[in-house]
T-cell receptor
Framework: GAGVSQSPSNKVTEKGKDVELRCDPI?????LYWYRQSLGQGLEFLIY????????KSGLPSDRFSAERTGGSVSTLTIQRTQQEDSAVYLC????????????FGPGTRLLVL | GDSVTQMEGPVTLSEEAFLTINCTYT??????LFWYVQYPGEGLQLLLK?????DKGSNKGFEATYRKETTSFHLEKGSVQVSDSAVYFC?????????????FGQGTTLQVKP
């Protein structure tokens, strides 16, 4: 079956611009996670969705970062007024339910802020 | 807070050598433990997991045992192949009463030479 997909695969933007990153989870997976992978910080949790609600946003690094999920499926991570330190690979993962279940990762979006 | 510490890489081995990648964790509760692998140019994928103390996870010749007394989950393989060259991440998460977000170690790069 289809895995987690993300788009775009690569994004180059200028400092100060807004960007939107998209994640399509595996069908039927209720839990969705965003992570960030960067050279200096490793793999960091950003936000967790259960259905369309986000009970854990504790990893979002600043108020420039936001995310939403609609229809219990697609999620969009938005970064406003991008900064160079936002450059990283943004990973999306989904699992059939929360808590201890295997998470299936997408290929990631590589973001470069110039 | 909860954390995962892995041995620093890169680890360079000859084909058929024995592999150990050390992983220790700090946790306030009783987490599930995972090893994820990232092959060159590919996304993160689950290698193995263990959900309670003394459980052994195994897959593709790799294994790891959940040791509560030493708070460790070391990854081992008896005979590595060139195709095992990848970055390996140890991670923890909590069970069904929690969000399930993964806390990752910093990753260990393995290079296997023919």
């Amino acid at each position: 079956g289809a895995g987690v997909s993300q788009s775009p695969s690569n994004k180059v933007t200028e400092k100060g611009k807004d960007v939107e990153l998209r994640c399509d989870p595996i069908s039927g997976h209720t839990a969705l996670y965003w992570y960030r992978q960067s050279l200096g910080q490793g793999l960091e949790f950003l936000i967790y969705f259960q259905g369309n609600s986000a009970p854990d946003k504790s990893g979002l690094p600043s108020d420039r970062f936001s995310a939403e999920r609609t229809g219990g499926s697609v999620s969009t991570l938005t970064i406003q007024r991008t900064q160079q330190e936002d450059s990283a690979v943004y990973l999306c993962a989904s699992s059939i339910k929360r808590g201890g279940e295997t998470q299936y990762f997408g290929p990631g979006t590589r973001l470069l802020v110039l | 807070g909860d954390s995962v510490t892995q041995m620093e890489g890169p680890v360079t081995l000859s084909e058929e050598a024995f592999l150990t990648i050390n992983c220790t964790y700090t946790a306030t509760g009783y987490p599930s433990l995972f090893w994820y692998v990232q092959y060159p140019g590919e996304g993160l994928q689950l290698l193995l997991k263990a959900t309670k103390a003394d459980d052994k996870g195994s897959n593709k010749g790799f294994e790891a045992t959940y040791r509560k007394e030493t708070t460790s989950f070391h990854l081992e393989k008896g005979s590595v192949q060139v195709s095992d060259s990848a970055v390996y991440f140890c991670a923890l998460t909590y069970g069904s009463s929690n969000t399930g977000k993964l806390i990752f170690g910093q990753g260990t790069t393995l290079q296997v030479k023919p």
